[in-house]
């Protein structure tokens, strides 16, 4: 059994259509999915990934008007990354950032890649990470219905940045649960002081499929808010390799939720010993098995348990207008 790589990122947001006008408008990804928050249903749950919504290029958000702002700290889901094809895209992306305003760095160095850091309107940590022709896990199909250039477009979801006080404790359960493997190392771009940020790396290895990790021991506990990263999901090839992984998990004696069936995806969440949520996620059914590759995102999509009570999810939701 092996993961795959990144399945899916999922943030916090206080506001939906500030958050669509910029991953959409903004970032050029595609709406692929509408819906609630399975576990509190008046909460909007959007997917914004490739033009198809394949696994591995999801980025997705729960909605929490009035929700307060991320205190940053350690045991926590730092930055997400977004993969692009070539450093020229990351060229093409600075002068973008420059005419819509966005917070941004220019071209830095990470895991022996070029890349470049920015903000969303929320404070929300991402870096574009270039591919430059980098084997390894494939990336996702550009977004037509967008102006941003198919040769520039975001493809993929990158490495995940993990600040913890106690680095040990996840790379045991990365290696010795979910069977990643060290990849090397790089300085931090905190400067000098500070440790090596590690990195980690499943399957076949490259920007999809690593975990990087920071240590610090200076900060509190992050206290979680808009912008702040919720869990990172991994990915598991089908339904039948989720079982395996449901007893897995089961065996180390870690308390976890046991097999989730969120009918896009077969999910598993536990904490990891620093506090971080993990979640294992099947690449099937997938996001097109309730609608149509060309009208994914359209309309607002319960899964079957949840359909019986659309009326009443519907009545209870804000109104939502995204276009």
């Keep these: 059994m092996q993961l795959l790589g990144i399945h899916h990122i ?5 506001s939906a259509e500030k958050n669509f006008e910029f991953f959409t408008k903004v970032l050029g990804m595609r ?12 909460c909007y749950h959007l997917f914004y990934g490739d033009g198809k919504g394949n696994p ?30 070539s450093t020229e895209s990351l060229k093409y992306w600075g002068q973008r950032f420059e005419q819509y305003g966005v917070k941004h ?19 929300t940590k991402l870096i574009l990470v270039a591919d430059d022709d980098e084997e390894g896990v494939a990336a996702g199909e550009p977004w037509e219905g967008t102006d941003v250039p198919a040769e520039h477009a975001i493809v993929g979801l990158g490495p995940v940045l993990l600040t913890v006080a106690r680095p ?19 300085p931090s771009l905190l400067g000098e002081g500070y440790d090596d940020v590690e990195v980690y790396a499943t399957g076949e ?11 610090r021991t200076d900060l509190p506990l992050e206290r979680l808010g808009r912008g702040g990263v919720h869990h990172v999901a991994f990915r598991i ?17 870690m308390m976890n939720s046991g097999k989730v069936d969120r009918f896009y995806f077969k999910a598993l969440y536990f904490r990891e010993p620093n506090g971080i949520l993990f979640e294992l996620s099947s690449d099937t059914p997938g996001f097109d098995v309730d609608e149509s590759v060309e009208t994914l995102g359209e309309n607002l999509s319960l899964p079957p348990f949840l359909e019986p009570k659309r009326e009443e999810i519907e009545a209870k939701l804000r109104p939502l207008t995204l276009d």
């Excluded at 928050?37 to 008046?42: G, I, K, L, V």
């Excluded at 090839?237 to 004696?253: C, F, L, N, Q, S």
Aim: no cysteine.
């Design 168 to 186: 040990e404790r996840t790379e045991r359960v990365l290696t010795e649960v979910l069977g990643f493997r060290h990849a090397g190392s790089y």
């Design 31 to 42: 709406l692929v999915k509408k819906s609630v928050n399975q576990d509190d249903t008046s």
């Design 56 to 85: 591995g290029t999801e980025v997705t958000f729960f909605d929490i008007p009035g929700l307060g702002s991320t205190h940053e700290g350690t045991s926590s889901i730092t930055s997400t990354s977004l993969r692009v094809k």
């Design 205 to 215: 290895g490259g920007a999809g499929a690593e975990v990087h990790i920071q240590k």
């Design 10 to 14: 999922s943030i916090l947001t206080g």
């Design 237 to 253: 090839p089908d339904e039948t390799e989720h079982a395996k992984w449901v007893d897995r998990i089961k065996e180390t004696g």
């Design 105 to 123: 760095e220019g071209i830095e160095q990470r895991a022996n890649r070029n890349t470049m850091a920015f903000e969303d309107f929320e404070g």
